[in-house]
Nanobody
Framework: QVQLVESGGGSVQAGGSLRLSCAAS????????MAWFRQAPGKEREGVAVIDTRIGYTNYADSVKGRFTISQDNAKNTVYLQMNSLKSEDTAMYYC?????????????????WGQGTQVTVSS
């Protein structure tokens, strides 16, 4: 059964850091892209970062380039999102997604599986 479990959200002041984790079943982790999305109240879900766990290819939304880093731990079937220099506009529910079925990496419709989400709140 495919399962994605996120953790690591919380509240932090602007300029601070958080690290999110997404633990996946072995099949999900090894067979395709895994990505982080976020959704703020009243806004659409947006792609933040993606990693191809087979080859380590990564990509980022322009709004987080240079501040966020997506990485993987093959031994733990886990993907991380290290978030530095956080801003108030980073406040959102963050979701892990996996197994692209085609399309652009930042399109939520391209993913088959989702975690339950973890809240990130950045206060200024």
């Amino acid at each position: 059964q495919v399962q994605l479990v996120e953790s690591g959200g919380g509240s932090v002041q602007a300029g601070g850091s958080l690290r999110l984790s997404c633990a996946a079943s072995r099949y999900t982790y090894s067979h395709n892209y895994m990505a982080w999305f976020r959704q703020a109240p009243g806004k659409e879900r947006e792609g933040v970062a993606v990693i191809d766990t087979r080859i380590g290819y990564t990509n980022y939304a322009d709004s987080v380039k240079g501040r966020f880093t997506i990485s993987q731990d093959n031994a733990k079937n886990t993907v991380y999102l290290q978030m530095n220099s956080l801003k108030s506009e980073d406040t959102a529910m963050y979701y892990c997604a996996a197994v692209m079925s085609g399309g652009r990496w930042y399109d939520p419709e391209a993913y088959n599986y989702w975690g339950q989400g973890t809240q990130v709140t950045v206060s200024s």
